[in-house]
């Protein structure tokens, strides 16, 4: 069954975990691609460029074009291209941040600046900290890339950018707005770019509070696995429920 | 009028500001000495050593032992020499909360460790973080020296040891037990050490959420100046009220 043109594809959780590719996931994309739809990949990761995620897919036997994977940052970038264009930008970030800022053309500077965006930055310190707090309390727009409080690695839960994001809120006393999932700005432009119905599209992924959420939020249809955080089980008891709740995405292959 | 032994001076705010002094402090804190009863200090601030704050305190005319200063690092080492000796120690922090615990002999470790404390760092770095986060992850006791979120600078208003606290609580879900004020750990200390009796006790500052807070958790009384962030018109808002409202300490100098 191959109702929907945009196949909307979280990553980590859904297409692998960590270093790992999911097998199910893979062979659906396969599949896809074989009846000639190729999907799109929407992740909440601001840190590696769409080049980076592209050559990950790849070692993983996925090959999709740069423009089909939409990071966080991709969405801040364009939103700040929308709505901001001509203003000084301060980034927290790594090169997944950076260089979609610098595809929009983007100015950035070190200074007190009229827009904060902040990505994950395992290079962030107290400066870069201070500087967002002085522009955010001189009124500049506050942008995050994503909420993810922590991520898991193998010495454990590490801090996310959801975690330095709420430094500055907490310091400042100002709410960042995020551009990753649960907010749908990735999905939006998905839907803007090709031109999508909201009938056409639908969002796939095992975090129901992310990914689920995201496609709920949009009004498009929601697909769960049970490859990553949470079980389906646990998303039954969530009082709005994905649109189809699976077990991996080979029962979708027929 | 002297009815007190133990005079509980908050320094930022009440004795001086930032760098220049409050008149009417000093000559309070003279006017004690002169009637041979030597001030308290005590301080939120985590990252000056005792005789940090000594020296400070002497450019402004005001002498004291370096054991009527405590700070929230001070609080803090007394807590982990009290309840957690021998335990491994990973700290986050500068000279002042270095120093107090070298004091207790407090071993410190980098890897993980069975109590995390946090106080200001200008040097924080991500590896910091994560060492914290994983730690109480796993379980660690964690201490933070105080929960200012914000503290003045001449650039303005720059993040404070609270900020990066919250950053750890929200990424783990675990709440820090604080050191500073408002919470009484300080106030404890000067009574355990001297074995004051609490109506011996006042406690003397311009900020109603810590310095007055303080005293009533405490059970002390209290003192209001007018000279730092709270007014006296805000304090009379308050359903707990201080004890005195005074517009400096130079009316208790008759």
Redesign the interface.
Known sequence: MLPYKAYCLDLDGTVYKGKTPIKEAIEFVHYLQGKGIDPFFVTNNSSMTQKQFQQKLAQMDVHTSEDHIISSSIAAANYIDEHYQGKSVFMIGESGLQEALDMKRIDRTEEMADVVVMGI??????EK??NA??SV??GATFLSTNSD??FPSE??????N???T???E???GVEALYMGKPQPFMLELIQKKYGFHKDEMVMIGDNYKTDILTGIRMGIDTVHVNSGVNRTEDVLQQLEKPTYLLQSLSEWIK
């Open positions: 930055d395992h290079h962030i310190n107290y900290l201070s707090c002085l309390r001189a409080h922590a010495r454990g839960f590490l801090p996310g959801g975690a330095f709420k430094l500055v907490h310091s400042t």
